[in-house]
T-cell receptor, first 115, second 111 residues
Framework: DAGVIQSPRHEVTEMGQEVTLRCKPI?????LFWYRQTMMRGLELLIY????????DSGMPEDRFSAKMPNASFSTLKIQPSEPRDSAVYFC?????????????FGSGTQLSVL | DQQVKQNSPSLSVQEGRISILNCDYT??????FLWYKKYPAEGPTFLIS?????DKNEDGRFTVFLNKSAKHLSLHIVPSQPGDSAVYFC??????????FGAGTRLTVKP
C-alpha cells in the first residue's frame, strides 16, 4: 500500500480564496482524521470520521472549515474563505479500529500559506 | 484546551547519552499513550506506545514510562544517535477513539 496520500503538498493562496485539501486513506482503514500543525499548538485534531461518517468535529475552528468523506477512499477539507491565520501544515491520518490504542498512519501533509 | 502538554519545545543532547522527553496530560479518561516521531517534510510516524495498565514499555533503545497518579509520561532514548534528531509528539487516546497530541519537542542529537 502507498500509505496515506495527501494533495497538494504545498498550497499558496490569497486571503478570501477557497482552499480544498484532499486525502486518500490506506485501503481498509475505517477511521480518518484531519489534524492541523502550528508552532503554538502542535497537532490539533480538527475532525475525524468512522466509516465515512463524521464523529467529532468539535476541533473545527469555525464555520469557514468543512470536511467531507463521500466514500471510504477519499476525504476533503475545505476552507472558505481562507484567512492568513489558517496558514499551517494540515495532516490527514487513517487507522484501523480507531484511535483508541491503535496507531495512526499519517500522510506527508499539505503546507498551506494564505497571503 | 491542551489536554496533552509537552512543556519543552526543544532538547539537545550529545550522541551516546540519554535523551528524556516529557509529557503531561490532564484528562484522566486517557488510557493509551503513544509517541510519534516526525522528520521535516514528512508526516509523524508511530514510535512506541503504552497502555494505562502498565508503567513501562521498552522497544530497543526506546522506553516509555507512565506515572498515572502524576498524569505524566516520558520517553527515554538510550543511547541517543544523530538519526534520532526529529520532533517527538506525545499522544493520548480514550475510549471515544480520538487521539490528542502535544505541541512536540524538537530533539537534536549532536555527534
Amino acid at each position: 500500500d502507498a500509505g496515506v496520500i495527501q494533495s497538494p503538498r504545498h498550497e499558496v493562496t490569497e486571503m478570501g480564496q477557497e482552499v480544498t485539501l484532499r486525502c486518500k486513506p490506506i485501503s481498509g482503514h475505517d477511521y480518518l482524521f484531519w489534524y492541523r500543525q502550528t508552532m503554538m499548538r502542535g497537532l490539533e485534531l480538527l475532525i475525524y470520521f468512522n466509516n465515512n461518517v463524521p464523529i467529532d468535529d468539535s476541533g473545527m475552528p469555525e464555520d469557514r472549515f468543512s470536511a467531507k468523506m463521500p466514500n471510504a477512499s477519499f476525504s476533503t477539507l475545505k476552507i472558505q474563505p481562507s484567512e492568513p491565520r489558517d496558514s499551517a501544515v494540515y495532516f490527514c491520518a487513517s487507522s484501523f479500529v480507531g484511535g483508541f490504542g491503535e496507531k495512526l498512519f499519517f500522510g506527508s501533509g499539505t503546507q498551506l500559506s494564505v497571503l | 484546551d491542551q489536554q496533552v502538554k509537552q512543556n519543552s519545545p526543544s532538547l539537545s543532547v550529545q550522541e551516546g547519552r540519554i535523551s528524556i522527553l516529557n509529557c503531561d496530560y490532564t484528562n484522566s479518561m486517557f488510557d493509551y499513550f503513544l509517541w510519534y516521531k516526525k522528520y521535516p517534510a514528512e508526516g509523524p510516524t508511530f514510535l512506541i506506545s503504552i497502555s494505562s495498565i502498565k508503567d513501562k514499555n521498552e522497544d530497543g533503545r526506546f522506553t516509555v514510562f507512565l506515572n498515572k497518579s502524576a498524569k505524566h509520561l516520558s520517553l527515554h532514548i538510550v543511547p541517543s544517535q544523530p538519526g534520532d534528531s526529529a520532533v517527538y509528539f506525545c499522544a493520548a487516546s480514550a475510549l471515544n477513539n480520538d487521539m490528542r497530541f502535544g505541541a512536540g519537542t524538537r530533539l537534536t542529537v549532536k555527534p
